[in-house]
């Protein structure tokens, strides 16, 4: 069969991007330009609504075998222990996955890889996109793996390659932002100190996370590089940060595995799409560290195009779909982008208000905040990006008590199950929550969309779900039209405007 995506870049992003595509059963090919899988991990975070996602897949409860839910927190500051802060569960009864998972993007990377390789598709390592051209209908792109190139045509073309985006380079887009002067510093160490959960630390010299990594027994320490050991980036060794290690964290390595410095960037493309080439992730956003956004954005990017080429490729729906991915996505990366610039200053710059949140805001006032129920759910929602909507959408229509179309489908307890079950269907379907009347069940039927029944409970009511609400739900679980008053009509524009 033909391959109709081009897929450039095989991080969390394209990964992300082929496991969708492969699901709706699009042919695609996937490239990068390394030598194999990425052996250092600078993103550990996975958050609730990523897991959503891949549970859409049958890839999340893998992810949380290889990982470590961030049950607890603890704050130091100088070395001392000062603070915890209970992460676990936070977020119950908003998801089915309540929690912070702390998993190594190495190995997330690798349990995607696994699952492609079962479905016979191979990554295409050694490969780099030199040159494209975009022809009615098509691009043609030309792959070289350093010895030869070939010419190939595709439908659609992604790019996931990264800050350094070849593909967003080639669509003449400019990356507006900035850098930032700190150094990163990454590194695997072995350790006579049991590290069981998450730890913040704070201190004159700046901030690191340590967390355990499950699969190999090592610690992962993210953390600034001391100003005095900063020379240049490329000469920083980890022997320049042990002494911060072990006098302001408490750790001493007995084995490094790997160490690695890097600088952090803030910014974002102008735009995220050029007729039938798109950017997704770092591609087309990049910023700090803070609340470990990055990489799940980009998966949140590729989740929300994948669907889309699936439909407009295999499903006849209109190509005027393809629009709303830019509309729908590059609002929230600015958005992203300008408060993680916030935070990300407020935390490592040297002045009196970061010395502030670091030696007081966070080891005293930020735990008694998070003792109130409504604090806890509050910044679940915003860290755990289930807050997202696209009401602005063109794709998305209604509005019934508190819930919008655009709207990520609230999630609802059912016994053992909930009304998220259906989504592993990956396709656009109709949800009752109640009773509706005969016109509707006779135009849902007609309409060849699935229709998944639940009853309306106390739960459901607590979820902000109206008795009687009929939802139309998108493959990626966020509502594309919403009514309780038997509106036919509504739904019937909508499905006339896209679905042919």
Known sequence: MEDRVLIVGAGPTGLAMAVGLERQGIPFKIIDKAEGPGKESRAMVVHARTLELYDQ??????????GIIADNIAIFN?????????????????????????????????????????????IGW????????????????????????????????CGCDGPGSIVRKMMGYDFPGGTYEEVFFVADVMSDIDVDGVQVHMSKEGFAL????????????????????????????????????????????????WFSTYKVHHRVSEHFRKNDVFLAGDAGHIHSPAG??????????????????????????????????????????????????????????DNIFSDAVRNIFMPNIAPNLFRLKIMRQQMFRMVSQIHIDYENSIMTKGRTGRINGGDRLPWVKYGEGDNYEPLDRVAFQYHLYGQTSREMRRFI?????????????????KAGIKKNTVMLVRPDGYI?????????????????FFMK
């Open 292 to 349: 470990g956004q990055g990489m799940n954005t980009g998966i949140g990017d590729a989740m929300n195009l994948s669907w889309k080429l699936a439909e407009v490729i295999d499903k006849g729906m209109d190509e005027k779909i393809l629009s709303s991915y830019e509309e729908e996505r590059i609002p929230f990366a600015r958005l992203l982008v300008s408060t993680t610039d916030q935070v990300f200053k407020g935390l490592v710059s």
């Open 78 to 122: 100088e070395g001392k222990r000062r603070a915890g802060i209970n992460f676990g569960n936070i977020g119950k009864g908003l998801s089915r996955f309540p929690f912070v998972l702390s998993l190594p993007q190495d190995e997330h990377e690798r349990i995607i890889i696994e699952y492609l390789k079962k479905k016979n598709i191979e």
């Open 445 to 461: 039927r007609n309409s060849n969309i699935d229709l998944y029944e639940f009853n309306w409970t106390a739960e459901a009511k």
């Open 480 to 496: 594309a039209v919403i009514a309780e008053d038997n509106n036919v009509e509504r739904f019937f524009e909508y499905e006339n």
């Open 210 to 257: 340590v967390l355990p990594v499950r699969i190999s027994g090592s610690v992962r320490i993210i953390g600034l590089v001391p100003k005095q050991s900063v020379r240049r980036k490329e000469d920083v060794r980890y022997t320049d940060v042990n002494g911060y290690v072990e006098n302001h964290i408490g750790i001493k390595a007995e084995t490094v595995n």
């Open 126 to 157: 050694n490969r780099e996109l030199i040159d494209y051209e975009q022809k009615d209908g098509g691009v043609t792109a030309v792959v070289t793996d350093g010895v030869s190139a070939e010419t190939l045509e595709y439908d659609y073309l």
């Open 57 to 66: 897949f049958g890839l999340a409860e893998e992810m949380i075998d290889r």
